[in-house]
Each structure stands twice: as C-alpha cells, then as structure tokens.
Nanobody, 128 residues
Framework: QVQLVESGGGSVQAGRSLRLSCAAS????????MGWFRQAPGKEREGVAF???????TYTDSVKGRFTLSKDNAKNTLYLQMNSLKPEDTAVYYC??????????????????????WGQGTQVTVSS
C-alpha cells in the first residue's frame, strides 16, 4: 500500500521560503510519478509541480522561477522548495503519486484525476 506523508508546512511572511517534504513508501514499481497540488479555501485543488518517472519536471506558471521540485530516490522523498512566497501561495499543499507511471517529458500537466495516491496535506500560510 502506497503511503505519502507530507511535512514542512508553516506560516511565513511574504518573500520568505519553505521546503515541503513528501516521504513515500509502498512503491512496488520503479516507475512512478509524483507531484504537488494545493487547495486554497473556496477554490479547486490545482496542480503546482510534477515529476515523471524519468525525472522530468513541470511547474504551473504561477510558481515558475520560485518553486523547485527535487527527489531523493534513496529516501523515496519528494521535496518542494518554495522561495519568494506570496500571500496567494497560501493553501493546503498535497503530495500525490501514481504508480506505475510513464515518461512524459517537461511538458506534462496532469490533473488530480491522474493520481491515485494522496497525502494528508500540509498547511502553508503566507502573510503580507
């Protein structure tokens, strides 16, 4: 059974940084994809950043140049480094995974329907 556990959320002022972590376990295939979504109050869950099974990453336009996705394969942990945070980044951030998963290159913008496994979410609050 795949399990995803997020950590690293918190409250910061605009312009500061946070790093989210997602520790994954239970993968039975080497080829898996992971990603981060976020959901602000009263809004739909939206995709933030994704990594396919080959390691290619994509970012939604609003976070490009500020957020960086990385993965430690030895630890099966996905990281989201968030710099220059803005109040509009305030949301609950969810880690997601899909296994098995393919190679999509750097132009892959999946929806929440493309992921079968989800973490419990971690709150990020950015104040102005």
């Amino acid at each position: 059974q795949v399990q995803l556990v997020e950590s690293g959320g918190g409250s910061v002022q605009a312009g500061r940084s946070l790093r989210l972590s997602c520790a994954a376990s239970g993968f039975t295939y080497e080829r898996y994809c992971m990603g981060w979504f976020r959901q602000a109050p009263g809004k739909e869950r939206e995709g933030v950043a994704f990594i396919d099974s080959h390691g290619s990453t994509t970012y939604t336009d609003s976070v490009k140049g500020r957020f960086t996705l990385s993965k430690d394969n030895a630890k099966n942990t996905l990281y989201l480094q968030m710099n220059s945070l803005k109040p509009e980044d305030t949301a609950v951030y969810y880690c997601a995974a899909e296994v098995p998963c393919g190679i999509y290159g750097g132009n892959w913008y999946p929806t929440k329907a493309d992921f079968s496994y989800w973490g419990q979410g971690t709150q990020v609050t950015v104040s102005s």
